[in-house]
């Protein structure tokens, strides 16, 4: 792990790239997690492409996801990994978005936020691409600065388990 | 042979010890949220939310139209409000015990088509007076729609209203809610995110905030 003063610009957004997405995929989860599943089910059918009973799995599980990979990302514990698995979930969410765009379905509500605030699905889509962007910063160069991995690995006898992601 | 495998990994075991403890503890920060209410506010339709919106005292209802208790609270909460116009927010949410009461699911659309029509209250004061009538019937369709009749309401408007998948939707969101919230007899109050079960205990929970407002 480098110390502050000698870090680069690129280490600087990277740092900065885990907290947003933490701030994001955290309150997301939260927001979701907190609220009824079978409105965030709802939500899901609402993109016609999966049966009543997985969007219900999905409504389960993926806020508790979105919570753990925004904590692990802030902390910088398992970052390659963290970042690996959030960008993938981004990339499934935006080919979910693309393809309401495409098909022109009546979603009124993406359901990214609960019930608690949407965004047009064009917003949605490019907050996504953004989202990514710095899921690949993250997964770049995120172990680098003020991450537990970094810390964990610097411990005296720790240095033979770096994280195989 | 290589035997120091647990001292080689052990930097990867020490993330995995803080990992769980992240999930551990971000699973029960979340639950605890939940439970304490304090995730984001589900809001009923406007037809089902009286009152001042910064009113002082909140209080939330759940309710189903089919059980004698509920009909009880109903008219003592309607009092409160009397009692206390400007102060007193109410918010109405369903929450049918669909397992010995088959109509409520239905009676809690119709009152919430009748509030599309502006008629919330006037269908659901007719349900909870004349609860009696339609509550265990074989087939209580008609008795509903007498009660269309007295309320004035439109009856093809009510009829497309029925028919729309959102408005059944709407009930069961309520029921889903309920159900998060832990609530497993009716009537439940939240006043002002305070739980309190049947009219005894909202009076008891509301009374100090009453007495804090002279």
């Given amino acids: 792990m480098k110390t502050l003063k000698a870090a680069s610009f690129a280490q600087w957004a990277a740092l900065a790239g885990r907290a947003a997405l933490c701030l994001v995929l955290a309150w997301a989860g939260f927001l979701k997690a907190a609220a009824p599943a079978e409105e965030f089910a709802y939500a899901i059918e609402t993109y016609r492409l999966f049966p009543s009973w997985m969007a219900t799995l999905a409504s389960l599980t993926v806020p508790w996801a979105e919570i753990y990979l925004g904590l692990l990302l802030f902390l910088g514990l398992f970052t390659r990994l963290s970042a690996a698995l959030t960008g993938a979930l981004l990339l499934f969410f935006q080919l979910l978005l693309g393809q309401a765009m495409l098909r022109g379905l009546p979603i009124t509500s993406c359901g990214c936020f609960g019930t608690a605030r949407s965004n047009p699905i064009g917003v949605e889509l490019g907050l996504n691409f953004l989202l990514m962007a710095l899921a690949f910063l993250a997964w770049s160069r995120g172990r680098d600065l003020l991450s537990l991995d970094g810390a964990i690995e610097s411990l005296p006898s720790g240095g033979g388990g770096k994280e195989r992601s | 042979m ?18 769980a403890a992240l999930v551990f503890l971000a699973t029960l920060g979340t639950l605890l949220a939940r439970h304490l209410n304090l995730g984001p506010e589900r809001a009923a339709p406007a037809f089902r939310d009286t009152g ?74 007719l349900l909870f007076e004349f609860q009696r009538d339609w509550a265990m019937e074989r087939e209580p369709g008609k008795i509903f729609d007498e009660y269309v009749e007295k309320a004035g309401l439109d009856r093809a408007a009510l009829d497309a209203c029925l028919a729309d998948p959102g408005t059944e939707r709407l009930v069961r969101g309520d029921m889903a809610e309920g159900d998060m919230r832990g609530i497993n007899a009716t009537p439940t109050f939240f006043v002002n995110g305070r739980r309190a079960v049947g009219l005894g205990q909202l009076v008891d929970k509301a009374r100090p905030l009453i007495i804090s407002l002279k």
């Avoid at chain 2, 647990?6 to 020490?14: F, G, Q, T």
């Avoid at chain 2, 139209?65 to 409160?80: D, L, M, T």
């Avoid at chain 2, 669909?98 to 009676?107: D, G, K, R």
Wanted: proline share 8%; hydrophobic share 40%; net charge positive.
């Fill in chain 2, 52 to 125: 001042p919106a910064g009113a002082p005292i909140v209080i939330e209802e759940f309710t189903d139209f089919a059980c004698p208790a509920c009909r009880h609270a109903y008219s003592g909460v309607k009092e409160i409000k009397k009692a206390y116009p400007g102060a007193v927010r109410v918010i109405f949410k369903h929450y049918p015990l669909t397992n010995i009461h088959p109509w409520s699911v239905e009676a809690a659309m119709r009152a919430d088509c009748a509030g599309r029509q502006g008629k919330f209250e006037e269908y659901a004061n």
């Fill in chain 2, 2 to 19: 290589k035997i120091p495998a647990i001292k080689d990994n052990r930097a990867l075991y020490r993330k995995l010890a803080a990992a």
